[in-house]
Structures are given as C-alpha cells and as structure tokens.
C-alpha cells in the first residue's frame, strides 16, 4: 500500500476513535455537577486558542502576517454585531490585501 | 437540523474553498485523487489532513504524517465531552453522529454550553461536510488549475471566523478569563511543541473554575 492510502486509512480511524471518545465513552454517565461546569469552560479556552494558532502559529514558530489583518477585521466586524458571512468575508478580504501590497 | 444548516449556509463557501485548498495541495503530494476525497470524507478535520499531507509532501514518513494530524485532533476527545450527554443511540448511531464533530459545528452549535443543540450539530455538520468533501474533489481534480486558494486570504478568513465564534462564548466573566488562559497557554506552547499540543493543552485553563465551581 502507497504511502499516502497507509496514512488515509490510519488518520480515519485515529479521528473516528477520538471524535467518539465523548459521545461513546462517556455519554449516558451523569457527571458531578462540579465536573459539568468546569467543562462549560473548555470551549472558550479551545476556541481562543484556536485563534491563536490560525493568526499566529506557523508550524512551531509564532510569526505575524496577512493573518493578523484578517484577525483584526474580524473583531471589528464582530465589534459591529455583524452577520458571520460578513466576519468571514472581511477576514478573508482584509488577509488578500494585505497579501496583495506587501 | 434545518435550522443548523441555515446557521452554517454562510460558511459553506469557505469549507468548499478550503476543501479545495487541500485537494490541490494533495495531489503535490502525491495523492491520487480517490485518497484525497475519502480523506475528506473520512477524517472531516481540515487542519490535520492539511498537516499530514504536508508532512508526505516533504518526504516525511508515515509515522510523523499520523502522528501530526491525530495530535491535531487530539482535541476532538475533550470537545466531545463537552456534548457527550446530549447523544443518543445505538453505539453505530452515536459514532456517525459523532463524525460531524467539527470546531465550527460545535461551536455554531453552542457546544460546551447549557442551550447545546445536537441537531444543529448535525446540520452545520453536514453542510459542511458536503461542502469540505465536495471541495476536495474540484481541487483533487483540476489541481493546479486553480491556483492556490489561500492566496485569496482564506486562511484569514478562518481566523477571523473563530474570533465569531469566540466572541459568541465570552457570556459571563469565568468564561473571558478562561478564553484568555487558554490563549496565553496556547502561545507559550506553540514554539515547543507539536502543532495541536498547544490547543488541547489550553483545555487545562478550566481548571480556573475548580475553586469557585
């Protein structure tokens, strides 16, 4: 088998076992109520650090680029209580041009 | 569902651009077409395909090409979590279910918060796979044809996207404060780690609501 079907088929079952590890393993067991609301705050730490490795990361290295223009236009879209197509056309619009002139 | 699918229209170009995106780059590293697209159908989490198929690309092996995406998606375990109670089913159906587990589903979908709502999940969900399979194989296909699609800000387009989606979570002070934590672990980490450790390390910010929970 090629190289690019080995990593196919290992990479599909890896991400089928981790993205069931929730809905599998733990649904139908109830959790203390301390545990639920600690895990009420993993999305906001996992969204912003998903921010924070699509504006600044770039393998291991941390390095600013067009991506910081898209970042910024999409607080200021999100700022003026703009639609989602808007904040993503404006993170998308403000990237290419700086892109563009630099 | 029609109503997640409505949420997540918007977003449907994007995912077809970046299904694209990662069709094209594939096939520079030398993917068939065919194992491109049931990537994308399988795997559906773009990052990670994008890093393993990098890694081929450069002549790495097989092992760090795994090793790449699956830390990448290492943070589908603690996301899962987050919605697990909300999953019913047979074990077959849960495990479907589970594969439309994306960021932008879970998130659109207010995962990790009491107004959850698993149908939007699967609508945003299959949209957006729709969308990211459907990508793939116009990129896989024409190839170079097209260009680079991330010449057109797309990348952007995505960090702009998850600041939305952020910014929908910081409802109470604990919630900003974690988000903030998780960021600062994030960048401390990203020198010194694998791409993806840094996202699932920043889960350990929750333990800020230990005392006060």
């Given at each position: 088998m090629s190289d690019a079907w080995t990593a196919v088929l290992i990479v599909g079952a890896g991400t089928v076992v981790l993205k069931s590890v929730g809905p599998v393993?733990?649904?139908d067991r109830r959790l203390p109520a301390r545990v639920d609301q600690l895990l009420e705050l993993i999305a906001p730490a996992i969204l912003a650090a998903l921010v924070v490795t699509e504006t600044f990361a770039s393998g291991r290295s941390l390095v600013l680029d067009a991506r910081l223009a898209g970042v910024a236009a999409g607080i200021v879209a999100v700022l003026f209580r703009a639609p989602l197509w808007a904040v993503v056309v404006a993170g998308a619009a403000a990237t290419a041009l700086v892109r563009l002139v630099s | 569902m029609r109503r997640g699918a409505r949420v997540a229209a918007p977003l449907f170009p994007a995912a077809f651009a970046l299904g694209a995106s990662f069709g094209v780059l594939a096939r520079t590293a030398h993917f068939g077409a065919l194992a491109a697209v049931i990537m994308s159908a399988t795997t559906f989490a773009g990052s990670a395909q994008v890093a393993s198929v990098s890694v081929l690309g450069a002549g790495g092996g097989v092992a760090a090409a795994v090793a790449a995406a699956l830390l990448l998606n290492a943070r589908y375990a603690p996301i899962g979590i987050t919605i697990a109670s909300s999953f019913r089913g047979s074990l077959v159906r849960r495990i479907a279910q589970a594969q439309l587990v994306v960021d932008e589903s879970w998130a659109l979908a207010g995962?990790?918060?009491?107004?959850?709502d698993r149908r939007a999940l699967l609508g945003v969900g299959s949209l957006l796979w729709v969308g990211w399979v459907g990508g793939t194989a116009v990129g896989a296909l024409l190839g170079q044809a097209i260009?680079?699609?991330?010449?057109?800000?797309l990348d952007g387009a995505f960090a702009a996207l998850f600041v939305a989606l952020l910014a929908a979570q910081l409802t109470e002070r604990r919630r900003t404060v974690a988000a903030a934590l998780g960021a600062l672990i994030a960048v401390a980490l990203i020198p010194f780690t694998p791409p993806g450790i840094p996202i699932v390390a920043?889960?350990?910010?929750?333990?800020?609501?230990w005392r006060r929970a």
């Open positions: 393993g733990v649904a | 995962g990790g918060t009491p107004r959850f260009g680079d699609p991330s010449a057109f800000g920043a889960t350990a910010a929750v333990l800020i609501g």
